[in-house]
């Protein structure tokens, strides 16, 4: 199974190739994917994959299908294909795309001798809007037992751990005035000033891991006049999504405290809510496993290493996920810039992306066939992921 399996991941690098070229030099930003999500659909419609299209309430987003033989686990690999504004595919989703494609397609050539379902989920808007958690919330992810993707990256690197995150975004309305009578007016600005300061006094009683980082999008039209309309973003992250919330109150009351201090009245919206991330290692050792055999040496993530976040997050607190990091670069380039935009479709990615769809490919096989390691990975999953309820992670409005 392992030969036939490879032989035909073999057999697709062009096809592959050309689709993370195709998702590459088409840059999409999220909920806006469309090309984008047509590409990976004609390649698995090619190998006769039943698709449900649109999908999740998402107009970017599908379901793609193979069924097995009978009864068994239904397994999902993920895909990812939204860009970053300006800078295109500079956190690689074009590769993200290829190789779990590559590893379903791979798997779907022997599904008629595996019991259960083989699913690819097309999953829109990243980097921005958590497709994935709309998708969750729509019910798209219903009836799939476990779910892998992988990541370029700077490393072969297992475990990575990520924050909880959620964007908060507050409009301030003042009243304008000429600024040799600014008693007449009502300073936005200033609303939007008191905020951060608030927000940075506060940061010492805020819990372990929190970090905020916020710009200001919108601060007034000329020096001589009063601004009445100022706005302003911040990134708001804590180590789980219980942190975050307790983080999220705080920076409310910033911005009510705000509105006291100047007259300012407050329009806030709340993003949808990242959760923290967690990697099931049952998976991830067998996935380990079969890259190893392939000759790629993987390590494990130091816990104190700094991380990002990922909606990805909100699937692995519903079910056992991995998502392992591909090295595609030298490690000093640094991800969502233009210089790791560019090796993001280089032969050496390509490459490396192809091994690690074999090792997600085997990985899955691992999972229809091996009833040990999925009693291995379940028991892992109730042990050591929250029991989160869709109410959990979801925001109070201000």
């Known amino acids: 199974m392992k030969e036939i399996i490879f032989n035909e991941i073999d057999k697709l690098q ?9 998702i590459h030099s088409n840059p999409e930003l999220a909920f806006e994917e469309h090309k984008s999500a047509a590409f990976v659909m ?3 419609k090619n190998h006769g994959f039943e698709i449900e299209f649109p999908a999740g309430g998402l107009a970017t987003a599908f379901r793609a299908t193979y069924n097995g033989t009978g009864e068994g686990p239904t397994i999902a690999y993920m895909a990812e294909y939204d860009a970053l504004p ?5 956190c690689g989703h074009n590769l993200i795309a290829m190789v779990s494609t590559g590893a379903a397609i791979g798997l779907s050539k022997i599904m ?4 259960g379902k083989l699913v690819l989920m097309g999953t829109p808007a990243e980097e921005v809007g958590g497709g994935k958690i709309l998708m969750i919330q729509n019910g798209a992810f219903e009836g799939i037992d476990f779910a892998l993707m992988a990541h370029p990256g700077r490393q072969n690197k297992l475990g990575g751990k990520s924050l909880a995150i959620t964007d908060v975004t507050v409009e301030f309305f003042g009243k304008p005035a000429h600024s040799s009578a600014p008693e007449k007016g009502i300073n936005a600005l200033t609303a939007v000033l008191h905020t951060f300061y608030l927000i940075d006094s506060m940061r010492t009683a805020m819990p372990i891991k929190t970090n905020i980082n916020g710009i200001i999008n919108s601060g007034g039209v000329a020096a001589n006049i009063i601004p009445e309309y100022a706005k302003c973003t911040f990134a708001v992250r804590g180590a789980s999504v219980k942190d975050l919330k307790i983080i999220l109150e705080m920076v409310k009351t910033a911005i009510r405290t705000a509105e006291h201090a100047t007259g300012a009245k407050a329009k806030v919206d709340i993003d949808v809510l990242y959760a923290e991330s967690y990697e099931n290692m049952a998976m991830s050792g067998s996935y380990k496993k079969h890259m190893e055999d392939l000759g790629v040496e993987y390590t494990y993530t130091d816990p104190s290493e700094k991380s990002g976040s990922t909606d990805t997050a909100n699937v692995q607190i519903k079910m056992p996920v991995i998502q392992p990091g591909v090295q595609v670069c030298e490690p000093d380039i640094a991800g969502h810039t233009i210089e790791y935009r560019d090796a993001c479709i280089t032969g050496r990615a390509h490459e490396a992306i192809m091994k690690a769809a074999k090792g997600l490919a085997m990985t899955g096989y691992e999972l229809f066939t091996d009833e040990s390691l999925r009693k291995k990975t379940l028991e892992e999953f109730k042990e050591t992921v929250p029991a989160y309820t869709d109410k959990d992670t979801k925001v109070e409005p201000y």
């Open 86 to 90: 300006e800078m295109g595919h500079a």
């Open 14 to 22: 062009p096809e592959l190739e050309k689709l993370s070229h195709n």
């Open 112 to 115: 008629n001798k595996l019991p």
């Open 42 to 44: 004609e390649l698995l």
